[in-house]
């Protein structure tokens, strides 16, 4: 989403989110890069960042979660980064899944996790019995650069995400402000446009 203060001094937040429709287009990866052309965009208001955002992306059908997650992260400096937003995540009693390196990552830095074999490891515990069990609420999937690797592994983790209708999130910052909105909760209030 993109979120603009307004260039009238205004006490509210504008977010604009778009909305793709991944679920109809079958087989296509579910990451985003500058040149996707949305197919709608929602433009909400609120009180704080907390309550914009989160009014746009459950405008666009975002289940908020509310019991688990499964994290997988490709980069070292990704995982350092988001790694204090996962420790609120278990602060909130989620339960935490990750995939293998991950799943290392967090241990090593005292953040119990389960960790999860990928779709095409055929091994138990595995991202596809978790799908098909609705025993994760919402994926995080942070990868690297677009490449032919990703294409085959956890492209596969966002494309079945998506035909479950599990939320999806692939940027670290947009995890971050997600999980300040589930932690603190904001009143989504429902205001008519002038009073904005």
């Keep these: 989403p993109n979120v603009s203060k307004s260039l009238f001094d205004s006490d509210h937040i504008g977010i604009k989110a778009p909305q793709f429709s991944f679920s109809r287009l079958r087989k296509a990866?579910?990451?985003?890069?500058v040149e996707m052309a949305s197919t709608g965009e929602v433009a909400c208001f609120g009180d704080s960042l907390q309550e914009a955002f989160l009014k746009s992306i459950v405008s666009t059908g975002f289940k908020v979660p509310r019991?688990?997650?499964?994290?997988?992260?490709?980069?070292?400096?990704?995982?350092f980064k988001s790694l204090s937003w996962i420790k609120r995540l278990r602060d909130l009693n989620f339960k935490i899944y990750a995939t293998e390196h991950t799943s290392e990552f967090l241990q090593e830095r005292g953040i119990e996790n389960e960790m999860l074999h990928k779709i095409y490891e055929q091994r138990?515990?595995?991202?596809?019995?978790?799908?098909?069990?609705?025993?994760?609420?919402?994926?995080?999937?942070?990868?690297?650069?677009?490449?032919?690797l990703e294409f085959d592994d956890f492209y596969e983790m966002?494309?079945?995400?998506?035909?479950?209708?599990?939320?999806?999130?692939?940027?670290?910052?947009?995890a971050r402000l997600l999980i300040e909105c589930i932690e603190t909760k904001p009143?989504?209030?429902?205001?008519h446009w002038a009073e904005y």
Excluded: H
Aim: charged share 25%.
């Design 158 to 174: 966002r494309r079945m995400a998506v035909d479950f209708s599990i939320p999806l999130i692939t940027n670290v910052q947009l």
């Design 29 to 33: 990866d579910p990451i985003l890069s």
């Design 67 to 79: 019991k688990s997650v499964l994290v997988a992260i490709k980069d070292d400096q990704d995982k």
């Design 124 to 148: 138990e515990p595995n991202i596809r019995t978790y799908f098909m069990n609705g025993k994760i609420d919402f994926v995080i999937n942070i990868p690297l650069a677009y490449n032919r």
């Design 187 to 191: 009143p989504l209030t429902i205001k």
